[in-house]
């Protein structure tokens, strides 16, 4: 969002003359889309290289070489994605404001700080192999395709009046630790921990919950099984067949799509779901794979789709990765599929370091250290229609523990962070595109040293797999939730979690393996990865519908994906109302109202569904439950309180409601929650009109997808997708992130019978060309749930061809 209003300040003028030169910016945005056919020469290609692509824009590349293979993987990446691959390495290297003005100074300093640029240069000198060779080769075809279209660049380039500056290793693997500080910032919420540490312990207790009756690890135990835990969660919501797992959901789960709606004060999560199932669970004896991860929703998407062939067949691999990485990071080859989601460890320190008055010294044990200090210089771009920049000097200071990330009532801290480490994300998923068997996969992630990610792993012999692969930091004493006194040392790391020792399942019982960034681990498991587990209750529900299939398809995967029950919001809804009926069965002087409130979400069966009128009022309701609860006891610390496993608080409060959160002054619960449904009601009849049957959850759950420049007026009806009305919820299994930002930014579906049959949606199109067919081409589909083909054999490949392109060596 930042740097969408960055964007905007600095392109506002621009967008004034565009808006009179709608001639120029027909020309401008066509004759810049890439060459799709034909032959075109390129200098730095050893021998010709081909590239088909299908009718959803997804380019299959042939080359006779991995040197040429990585090269032309650049070189058309970048004919889609180049503005999208400039953004996000400016980001990650703190050079955005150059380009976007002072609006970006505070995030370019931030990543200063951080060290991404230094951190990727003594990274890089380590490489060695196909690994460096893909890095460097990817990074030659990106630059080839800037000098090839010499000038004629995408629109925005333009717009912004700058050119890329030629591509570098250095830039593919800054973007690896933008996505590791993405998807593993946990500091911040060692510090909330610390704004609240002066609660009552049950409160805070509540607040900052690590466990649910809920969970389902699937590795180590908890002292309940898996089987008691299940049937318990059934107890009060029906057995299967009556409640949320119906008679549909024993062969699949009810089709249905969505976005994300109860958000309130909740955090922006990077969620994702996976699952594999093996061949005793499928219609073809072979197992499935299923994959969504979740992340900021925007044009173009985080994903580009495309395949990577060798003549020879020593690679052949397809799927997805970033745009500015060389590989693929999700998908298949021909014999293995893989997918990730977070898992989220708590691999963040932050260490209160004493300085001296000089600034330059810190306290070490009983004596003094010279802290690390160097300048740097962020260029600023100057307001207005202009290209000129500032300079602005800053100062970076680190530790023994790391750069100094915040200066707060004095108290300067240090981030101790696995991605500060000399490595680079890149070269596990190099090899584990040629892995074969799953020896040769969990080989590969050995040296994966994070963002920790729990990969699902099937492949053609009907094996099934998981593994938690990443760095986790093993400390002296402590857990690293709370700032730690950074002089005495007690709570320094001293090594990372032995690979062998990481959460890994190979071929369970059970026929399925599930992620959903939940509590993976149970409580017998030593090793210490988090406090900071994100709800269960996707992976509840993912487990709830594969626990009784036995006839999985790719379809009945697909719409799994697309589930839209709620958890926390059907729970909710359960409870209020059987509170409902018991006051007005008991004659209780307010019946009218609750008679009301159960016209709304006394039958509803927890799907948010576009037309449900019963999830807008549960969803509202619940929102306004939560906030008068949490003000109650917290006063204007509530706004503040936004935490990873804040449902798991949420459904414990209204299944439980202690006393001890009843607000002051109020006589019981009841009241807390018909005040909820009355204000709700009000507030829906002000913003939805008068008429109860208009208030369609479609409504309060619209999303456009924008473009970095679309917040500009009169760019936005150019460059924004229309508005979309969406189903689903943060806890459903189509976790669509409305309020929040995020959600599903694929969905992949594997079939290991035939990988002919594996699908793939993104939530636009393939390409970041504006005036491209392929720029939102998807969209609808990903809406709905549907999904679309992602050709693999040579055949199938042949066959879907709309275009075909001859990259040869020039001169």
């Not at 290793?169 to 690896?176: K, V």
């Not at 004659?587 to 799907?607: C, H, N, V």
């Not at 002054?665 to 005040?675: F, I, K, N, S």
Request: glycine share 8%; net charge negative.
């Amino acid at each position: 969002m930042f740097i969408i209003r960055a964007l905007v300040a600095v392109t506002s003028v621009a967008a004034l003359l565009l808006a009179a030169a709608g001639t120029w910016y027909w020309r401008a945005s066509r004759s810049c889309l890439p060459q799709i056919s034909g032959t075109l020469s390129l200098p730095g290609l050893r021998a010709a290289v081909e590239v088909r692509r299908d009718a959803r824009g997804i380019p299959h590349l042939t080359a006779e070489s991995a040197e040429d293979l990585f090269f032309a993987q650049g070189f058309v990446t970048a004919q889609d994605r180049m503005f999208q691959m400039d953004i996000l390495r400016r980001d990650a290297l703190g050079e955005l404001s150059e380009v976007v003005g002072i609006d970006a100074v505070g995030r370019d300093v931030r990543h200063r700080r951080l060290g991404y640029r230094a951190v990727c240069e003594r990274a890089y000198d380590k490489l060695t192999g196909e690994t460096r060779l893909a890095m460097d080769r990817f990074a030659e075809g990106v630059t080839a395709y800037v000098a090839h279209q010499d000038g004629v660049l995408p629109f925005e380039f333009r717009l912004l009046r700058y050119e890329p500056r030629p591509w570098t290793p250095i830039d593919t693997m800054a973007i690896g630790k933008l996505m590791a500080e993405q998807l593993n910032t946990t500091y911040e919420t060692d510090l909330l921990r610390a704004e609240f540490s002066d609660l009552d312990p049950a409160l805070f207790a509540d607040l900052f919950p690590d466990h649910s009756r809920y969970d389902v690890p699937i590795f180590g135990e908890d002292p309940k099984s898996d089987d008691e835990v299940f049937d318990e969660m059934l107890g009060p919501l029906g057995k299967a067949g009556n409640g949320p797992v119906d008679a549909t959901f024993r062969t699949v789960a009810h089709t249905v799509e969505g976005p994300d709606a109860s958000a309130g004060a909740e955090p922006l999560v990077q969620g994702s779901n996976n699952w594999v199932v093996d061949g005793s669970r499928t219609v073809s004896h072979k197992p499935l794979l299923a994959n969504d991860p979740h992340l900021p929703l925007a044009l173009p998407p985080i994903w580009y789709a495309m395949q990577l062939t060798l003549r020879d067949g020593s690679l052949d691999v397809a799927g997805v990765t970033f745009p500015g990485a060389p590989g693929i990071v999700i998908g298949h080859n021909r014999r293995i599929a893989w997918g990730v989601t977070n898992f989220g460890p708590d691999v963040q320190d932050l260490f209160a370091e004493q300085f001296d008055e000089t600034g330059r010294r810190y306290k070490v044990g009983d004596g003094w250290a010279e802290a690390t200090v160097h300048s740097e210089v962020v260029r600023v771009r100057k307001p207005g229609f202009t290209t000129e920049v500032e300079e602005w000097p800053i100062e970076i200071v680190s530790t023994r523990h790391g750069p100094i990330v915040k200066d707060s009532g004095g108290v300067k801290y240090a981030l101790r962070w696995t991605a500060l480490d000399d490595v680079s994300e890149a070269p596990p998923f190099l090899a584990v595109n040629r892995a074969g068997s799953w020896n040769e996969f969990t080989e590969a992630l050995r040296s994966y040293p994070g963002p920790m990610q729990s990969f699902v792993y099937a492949d053609v012999d009907g094996n099934i797999g998981y593994y938690a692969a990443g760095n986790v930091p093993i400390r002296k004493s402590g857990d690293g939730i709370f700032p730690v006194p950074g002089a005495n040392g007690a709570s320094d790391w001293t090594g990372y979690v032995p690979f062998e020792q990481l959460p890994h399942a190979f071929n369970p019982s059970a026929g399925y393996l599930i992620s959903a960034n939940n509590r993976i681990v149970g409580d017998s498991v030593r090793e210490f990865y988090t406090k900071m587990w994100m709800s269960p209750f996707r992976a509840r529900r993912i487990r709830d519908l594969l626990f009784v299939a036995t006839r999985m398809t790719p379809d009945e995967t697909n719409r799994i994906q697309n589930d839209t029950y709620s958890y926390p919001d059907h729970i909710f809804a359960r409870t209020v109302a059987k509170l409902a009926e018991a006051r007005v069965k008991a004659g209780d002087p307010e019946s009218k109202t609750w008679e009301s409130l159960l016209e709304f979400i006394g039958g509803w069966d927890g799907r948010l569904e576009i037309d449900s009128v019963s999830a807008t009022v549960a969803v509202r309701m619940r929102r306004q439950f939560v906030d008068r609860v949490l003000e109650g006891r917290l006063g204007a610390r509530a706004t503040q309180y936004s935490y990873y496993g804040r449902d798991t608080f949420i459904v414990k409060l209204i299944e439980e409601r202690p006393a001890r959160w009843l607000p002051d002054g109020v006589a019981d619960w009841e009241t807390v929650l018909l005040d909820a449904f009355t204000a709700t009601r009000d507030n829906l009849t002000r913003e939805l009109g008068p008429n109860p049957s208009t208030w369609r959850y479609g409504r309060i759950n619209t999303l456009v997808l924008a473009h970095p420049l679309g917040r500009i007026p009169r760019l936005a009806g150019l460059l924004n997708l229309p508005a979309m009305e969406l189903d689903g919820g943060p806890a459903s299994i189509k976790a669509l992130g409305v309020v929040r930002g995020s959600g599903p930014s694929m969905r992949l579906v594997v079939d290991l019978a035939d990988f002919d049959r594996t699908t793939l949606v993104l939530p636009s199109g393939n390409s970041g060309q504006h005036a491209s067919e392929h720029y939102g081409d998807q969209a609808e589909d990903w809406r709905v749930g549907r999904t679309g083909p992602l050709h693999f054999t040579e055949g199938a490949v042949a066959s879907a061809t709309v275009a075909v392109l001859r990259l040869e060596p020039g001169s």
